[in-house]
């Protein structure tokens, strides 16, 4: 049997940690990670021009006949979710996966949720969350942070601190993050939110893709996974070190354009 690879899709690195967890959880596994980074706030830009982007990008994992897309972008859901809907492989997203999860296992709390403006304000999530209080917490200063920093770190600490001042004093029974890297930050926000549980991203996902795989084809059980990550910008202008502790291959669909003779 040829093992056939995960394709995972995403826009920005605010996610790029997840490629850690599942490539330790499933050993056997090929994955390939794509990314948007030439544009990642998708800003200026019509949803016709996103999906066109984004319709790219999976039409490059496609090609490279992956069994599974799981979509890590908060952004690409909220613009391309139908379009989702349409492709014949199985399709896991981020924001369906949590709402799942936080409505299923802790219906009527306290919450604390944490994401970019951008995403607040889509009101993404809020409208499905089965509440008592719900706090929204923005997170791009400390999203930025993340990108170049090392977390358990005064800085860090402080950061944190800062993003949950408004509920310090709350009686929040959890924290919803809506991005990977913020899971980095869990001993920051056990130390200032100690009897809040924050909600594993990591293992929402990993279950999610273990019931998909189910139905499609056995686990690998045998050979050596790896994971490529694919960027349409110049590797030069990438750096992953701070946010990738594992091995990887590159590859990149930039182009340089070549100066016209005049």
Do not use: W
């Not at 690409?76 to 924001?95: Q, S």
């Amino acid at each position: 049997m040829i093992k056939t690879p995960i394709g995972i899709l995403d826009m920005g690195i605010d996610n790029l940690s997840i490629l850690n967890y599942l490539s330790q959880v499933f050993k056997n596994e090929h994955f390939i990670y794509i990314n948007d980074l030439e544009n990642p706030d998708y800003e200026a830009l019509t949803e016709d021009n996103i999906e066109v982007r984004v319709r790219k990008n999976v039409e490059e994992l496609l090609a490279r006949n992956v069994k599974l897309i799981v979509v890590v972008s908060n952004t690409i859901v909220e613009y391309c979710r139908e379009y989702f809907d349409k492709i014949d492989i199985p399709v896991i997203n981020i924001v369906d996966s949590i709402i799942d999860y936080v409505n299923e296992n802790y219906e009527h709390k306290n919450m604390a949720f944490i994401a970019t403006l951008n995403i607040i304000n889509a009101n993404l999530y809020q409208k499905f969350f089965k509440y008592n209080h719900l706090y929204n917490l923005v997170s791009d200063d400390i999203e930025k942070f993340l990108h170049n920093h090392k977390v358990k770190t005064s800085e860090s600490f402080d950061l944190t601190r800062d993003l949950l001042r408004s509920v310090l004093k709350k009686d929040i029974n959890i924290i919803i993050p809506s991005s990977f890297n913020m899971m980095l930050l869990k001993t920051e926000m056990a130390e200032y939110l100690p009897t809040a549980i924050l909600i594993n991203l990591f293992n929402i996902i990993e279950d999610k893709i273990k019931a998909a795989l189910l139905t499609i084809e056995n686990f690998c059980k045998k050979g050596r996974g790896s994971v490529e990550i694919i960027i349409n910008i110049n590797k030069k202008d990438v750096d992953f070190s701070n946010l990738l502790t594992i091995k990887y291959q590159l590859t990149t669909t930039f182009t340089k354009t070549k100066k016209k003779d005049k």
